[in-house]
């Protein structure tokens, strides 16, 4: 069997660890459990960590369980938080426990007949039959206030130190979390719980209420993985636009993988360990190979194709990759012209700045006036003709000069004006 703690250690995804786990682990086949909350209908890149770590827990021959939160989820974890979460109504839990559902059977075969074989619950199946009082007298007996309050996460909010205080509601999430695990405890024979660092708290509440419930004899461990940063101290997971998604119909393929592909040199060695399922050797040498030739940015062309096929495929990282490239080529209008809307709009949608009705190219723009009065792309009608004199603005691909005119002859797919400024400034015009 192999050691599971030892292959999350040398990768940088071990934070805190209840001893006795690693020892048990390599005993014998052991069900571990992590929790996932459906605070949306898809999951981003954050959540990428605790998926690969139930992956790697399969490979290491032992059985998974994710957990969708349907019941928790209606509580908000205050782990972490420092202002109370908004609370969903039940139809839109209900699609979001669907959607990450969705997701996270791409990554784990729910239907699989081996012995261990991936499981996938949710925590409202039992939850949902609890009377308030039934639930304080089975389950909240067992553990006291001075026990709860001594926890981080709920010491922050009650000081001040982060929020204005925590409600009933939120103060019960670790009772519920700890509830979990001992139902699955008693279900699944399941014996460790994994999660983010910001969860020891909840998960050793959950390890005393298996020993309690459980009688003192119930074997329950815990282990936790660091919270993923990046190097400059900034949010992980966050591109200009807003969160990286795992569904491509949120982030697209060509996001995606441009999102790993723009990582940094300090960051790219570290998650080339925590985000692909290299082994330790290649990438030692992806690493001293990208020390003796940085600029090659092998490391980071390796670290996004891994990852993109994981999460979608190798077909769509061959199409991110030959949108990549494009982008990048010295391409030219016919070229814009053949490789269609979608493939134009994935690249450069985002650049969309400005509209001109067709009316208007049809009958001709100045360029500078084009490029200043009517599209705002530069300030005033000096920066503007101050660029065009420069050789520093391209249509198209095309420099122009002086005394261009922009017409409906620039209009490309029917509908878009590609603008250059510089090597790596675009801009989109859409005609209306």
Same mark, same amino acid.
């Given at each position: ?31 571990? $459990?992590? %929790? ?34 349907? #019941? ?55 939850? /949902? ?17 001075? $026990?709860?309050?001594? /926890? ?17 509601? +939120?103060?019960? $999430?670790?009772?519920? @979390? ?39 004899? #119930? ?13 400059? %101290? ?6 200009? %636009? ?15 993988? @441009? ?45 996004? +194709? ?11 990282? +061959? ?22 809307? +979608? ?5 450069? %949608? ?12 049809? @009958? ?69």
């Amino acid at each position: 069997m192999k050691n599971f703690v030892e292959e999350l250690r040398w990768r940088g995804m071990v934070h805190d660890i209840m001893p006795g786990t690693e020892e048990q682990l390599m005993k014998e086949m052991t069900t571990a $459990y992590i %929790g996932f909350d459906p605070t949306s209908d898809s999951l981003h890149i954050g959540s990428l960590v605790p998926i690969i770590i139930l992956v790697h827990l399969q490979k290491c021959g032992h059985k998974p369980i994710a957990l969708v939160g349907g #019941a928790t989820g209606m509580i908000g974890d205050p782990s972490g938080k420092s202002d109370e979460r908004n609370l969903l109504d039940e139809a839109a839990l209900e699609k979001n426990v669907a959607g990450i559902k969705r997701v996270l059977s791409r990554f784990l075969d729910f239907n699989s007949s081996d012995e261990n074989a991936p499981v996938l619950v949710n925590n409202y199946d039992w939850m /949902k039959e609890f009377s308030f009082i039934g639930f304080v007298r089975d389950v909240g007996k067992r553990i006291t206030v001075n $026990y709860m309050m001594a /926890k981080d996460s709920v010491k922050k909010r009650l000081t001040g130190e982060a929020g204005s205080g925590m409600s009933f509601t +939120e103060f019960t $999430y670790q009772l519920i @979390q700890g509830y979990d695990f001992y139902h699955l405890h008693k279900k699944y024979n399941c014996l460790l719980q994994l999660g983010g660092s910001d969860q020891w708290g909840n998960i050793t509440t959950g390890t005393e209420l298996v020993r309690r419930m459980n009688g003192e004899g #119930a074997k329950a461990f815990a282990m936790t993985c660091p919270l993923i940063t990046k190097a400059d %101290g900034s949010k992980f997971g966050k591109s200009e %636009g807003g969160n990286v998604w795992l569904d491509a119909d949120k982030t697209s393929v060509y996001k995606f993988y @441009q999102f790993w592909l723009n990582t940094s040199d300090a960051d790219a060695e570290k998650y080339i360990k925590i985000f692909t399922f290299l082994d330790r050797e290649e990438i030692e040498a992806l690493i001293a190979a990208h020390h003796e030739a940085p600029h090659l940015r092998q490391l980071q062309k390796k670290l996004a +194709e891994e990852v993109t096929t994981f999460v979608h495929s190798a077909e769509d990282t +061959e199409l991110a990759i030959k949108k990549s490239g494009f982008a990048f080529s010295n391409f030219d209008k016919a070229e814009l012209e053949n490789v269609g809307e +979608e493939f134009f709009t994935d690249i450069f %949608g985002e650049f969309i700045v400005a509209e001109l009705p067709l009316a208007s190219l049809q @009958q001709g723009i100045d360029i500078v006036l084009a490029l200043s009065d009517e599209t705002k792309i530069f300030p005033s009608r000096g920066e503007a003709r101050k660029s065009v004199i420069a050789n520093a603005v391209a249509i198209n691909k095309e420099k122009v000069a002086e005394g261009f005119v922009l017409s409906d002859k620039d209009i490309v797919l029917g509908k878009y004006i590609l603008v250059q400024f510089g090597k790596k400034k675009y801009f989109v015009i859409e005609v209306k």
